[in-house]
């Protein structure tokens, strides 16, 4: 796929070249770093608004990640940052401070992720912004509630999944905590951000004002932990501990295939009966210990190492065939590296090829939501750093005086050095 020229909607794979987005129209501030909210970001920017990165002078540290064909542009910044335009400001200047006031008058959104502290001593705390613009919805992503003692705290995935109970399930099937290997809750409270926000904007319409949203990701993280293994605590009296059997059983895991991994899951009365007969492990039938759902949780164990014994007898794909046949749920196991030649994802077009200005070919991944009058589709390319300054800043009414200078900035050799990555 060729890119279309600078500006101008870049269709993915078979998609309509000018739909009306759902959020076209919305302005997003998004002063965050790293991943959660820029992701939240991406989803916005995903869904027609517009999203004006605001970076330091340094940028955004993501952007520095290797490998990369050049500094600033890393792979995960690629399709992160994709439909946003990137602004240079510099908050601890005055001009820039300015400068960032003309735009909060023209945003819907400003969505930030510094501590209560540091936002209040720039200027930019929730009182005074919204006396500037007092339609503004104003999100804080934040590591935790500024309503209790940790406000103050440095919060990165890691910590929230030990702090939030995620690395102590681990000790369960592996006799210690463990983290699970992608950022989990950056990307919960990301999706929390987009809900809450589009919940303020569709509020706005109906009675016209602003709102103060704030979304901590340990606590978003507990909630959505707490789903299903909140059982036996959620009484008073406790009528056991805190945890959902079934998925803290050692033995449910990805069987061991004749050729590989498969997830095999039986789960309904009929699911069993079927995996019985086609394994010939017909002393289960009629056992009242299996019979029914809220028994066979009660017996998981023996059924789960029964799968066990029997995965290895044959081949992923002959798993697959036989469970798909009859409603099992069953996947063979895709490494990262599998997903591109998955069939399902290619026949849907989920990755495809895009040519980025600087940077030279790259893969898309596609939004995975589809709205049936509204696909989306790349209308800019991940941007530079600081690539759309000027353009926004003149968008915003700055006049040339302000202009000139925040585009005056230090050289390089006279900023602080950026921290490793």
Same mark, same amino acid.
């Given at each position: 796929m060729k890119a279309a020229p600078e500006g101008a909607p870049q269709k993915m794979e078979g998609r309509a070249s000018s739909p009306t987005l759902p959020l076209e129209g919305v302005r997003v501030l998004d002063l965050t770093t790293v991943i959660m909210g820029p992701y939240a970001s991406h989803i916005l920017a995903d869904l027609g608004a517009d999203v004006i990165k605001i970076e330091s002078p340094e940028g955004d540290l993501i952007r520095h990640y290797h490998p990369h064909r050049s500094e600033g542009m890393s792979g995960v910044f690629l399709n992160l940052h994709r439909?946003?335009?990137?602004? %240079? !400001?510099?908050? #601890?200047?005055?001009?820039?401070?300015?400068?960032?006031?003309?735009?909060l008058a023209t945003a819907d959104v400003f969505l930030h992720n510094l501590r209560p502290g540091p936002i209040s001593r720039l200027g930019f705390d929730y009182e005074r912004v919204s006396a500037l613009n007092p339609r503004l919805i104003y999100c804080a992503a934040r590591g935790f509630s500024e309503r209790g003692p940790y406000r103050d705290k440095a919060a990165y995935d890691d910590l929230i999944q030990a702090g939030s109970g995620i690395a102590a399930l681990f000790t369960s099937l592996s006799g210690e905590p463990?983290?699970?290997?992608? %950022? !989990?809750?950056? #990307?919960?409270a990301a999706q929390a951000i987009v809900y809450a926000i589009l919940a303020a904007l569709f509020a706005r319409e109906r009675d016209g004002k602003g709102r103060a949203i704030e979304v901590p990701m340990f606590e978003t993280a507990i909630a959505f932990t707490l789903v299903e293994h909140d059982t036996g605590s959620a009484f008073i009296p406790p009528l056991g501990p805190a945890g959902f059997g079934r998925l803290l059983n050692?033995?449910?895991?990805?069987?061991?295939?004749?050729?590989?991994?498969?997830?095999?899951?039986?789960?309904?009365?009929?699911n069993w009966l079927d995996f019985y007969e086609f394994t010939g492990r017909r002393e289960f039938v009629g056992d009242p210990r299996f019979e029914r759902l809220a028994e066979r949780v009660k017996h998981i164990d023996v059924l789960y190492a029964m799968i066990e014994e029997e995965a290895p007898k044959r081949t992923t794909e002959e798993w697959?065939?036989?469970?798909?046949?009859?409603?099992i749920p069953c996947m063979p196991v895709l490494?990262?590296?599998?997903l591109p030649y998955d069939p399902h994802l290619q026949a849907i077009g989920f990755f495809t090829e895009a040519e980025h200005p600087s940077e030279g070919r790259y893969r898309l991944i596609a939004d995975p939501v589809r709205f049936s009058d509204t696909p989306s589709f790349l209308r800019r390319h991940a941007p530079r750093l600081g690539e759309h300054t000027e353009e926004v800043l003149r968008e915003a009414g700055v006049d040339e005086a302000l202009l000139a200078?925040?585009?005056?900035?230090?050289k390089e050799e006279d900023r602080p050095e950026r921290g490793s990555v």
């Open positions: 439909n946003k335009r990137s602004i %240079v !400001l510099d908050l #601890k200047r005055e001009p820039d401070r300015a400068a960032f006031t003309r735009l463990a983290y699970v290997p992608t %950022v !989990l809750c950056d #990307k919960l050692p033995r449910r895991k990805p069987y061991r295939t004749r050729n590989g991994y498969a997830c095999i899951l039986p789960y309904t009365d009929r697959v065939a036989f469970c798909d046949r009859v409603s490494s990262l590296d599998d200078a925040v585009l005056a900035r230090p």
